[in-house]
């Protein structure tokens, strides 16, 4: 049964830190994996996806990086905003014949101005 | 622009009555899901429908949830009858399935936040 786990599960940093966020999976038998935001009392944005085959993926300030052998992936916010405080899920598509996503706890991020 | 359309936004119900929530998955995409969020679990899968045919509904208590998908724009998730632990938001997303494999992103709506009293 696949795992998600996410560390750390709150992380509070000043406005302007570069942040690392991470989750493991524990089967790597994964067609993607995908980092959502989500504000409080609201649904889940899609941030980044990573395809199993990737190693990374960049949008703006945020890049995502995958091992999927290790079963690790990491998300890297630079230059952290106010405006970034919200919690972050990692979830992954299980590579099986349908798309169930399992996700992780998810870490919640404060940036302080 | 695309998104998933959920409603009710809140629904706060008293114990045994029936709840529908409703989604209207984006236009194209062949796979919806239902997802539970409560701060015990997080996020757990309830259903999940390709081309409007129930294909998992492992996650769901058979004896008083169901869900279906009348046609390619609505899906349903009904409880009969609620009861107090069944609070909790519920997501509804929707993906691309194409007939060689690709899978797409999956694309949550805003969730319908249930209160059972």
């Known amino acids: 049964k696949q795992e998600v786990t996410q560390i750390p599960a709150a992380l509070s940093v000043p406005e302007g830190e570069n942040l690392v966020l991470n989750c493991s999976f524990t089967?790597?038998?994964?067609?993607?994996l995908q980092w959502f935001r989500q504000d409080p009392g609201k649904g889940l944005t899609s941030l980044l996806l990573?395809?199993?085959?990737?190693r990374e993926q960049t949008s703006g300030r945020l890049n995502a990086s995958l091992d999927k052998s290790s079963g690790r992936s990491t998300l890297y916010i630079a230059a952290s905003q106010p405006g970034d405080s919200a919690t972050y899920l990692c979830?992954?598509?299980?590579?099986?014949?349908?798309?169930?996503?399992?996700f992780g706890t998810g870490t919640r991020l404060l940036v302080s101005p | 622009d695309a998104r998933v359309t959920q409603t009710p936004r809140h629904k706060v119900t008293e114990m045994g009555q029936e709840v529908t929530m409703r989604c209207q998955p984006i236009?194209?995409?062949?796979?919806v899901f239902w997802y539970r969020q409560t701060m015990m679990q997080g996020l757990e899968l309830l259903a999940y429908?390709?081309?409007?045919?129930?294909?998992?509904d492992s996650g769901m208590p058979k004896d008083r949830f169901s869900a279906e998908m009348p046609d390619a724009t609505l899906a349903t998730l009904k409880i009969q009858p609620s009861e107090p632990r069944d609070s909790a938001v519920y997501f509804c997303?929707?993906?691309?399935?194409?007939?060689?494999?690709?899978?797409?992103?999956?694309?949550f709506g805003q969730g319908t936040r249930l209160t059972v009293v």
């Open positions: 429908f390709r081309n409007r045919a129930p294909l998992d």
């Open positions: 089967d790597s038998a994964i067609y993607n």
């Open positions: 236009l194209g995409h062949n796979t």
């Open positions: 997303a929707s993906g691309i399935l194409s007939i060689g494999g690709r899978r797409t992103e999956a694309f």
């Open positions: 990573i395809q199993s085959s990737q």
């Open positions: 979830a992954v598509m299980m590579n099986t014949g349908f798309q169930k996503l399992v």
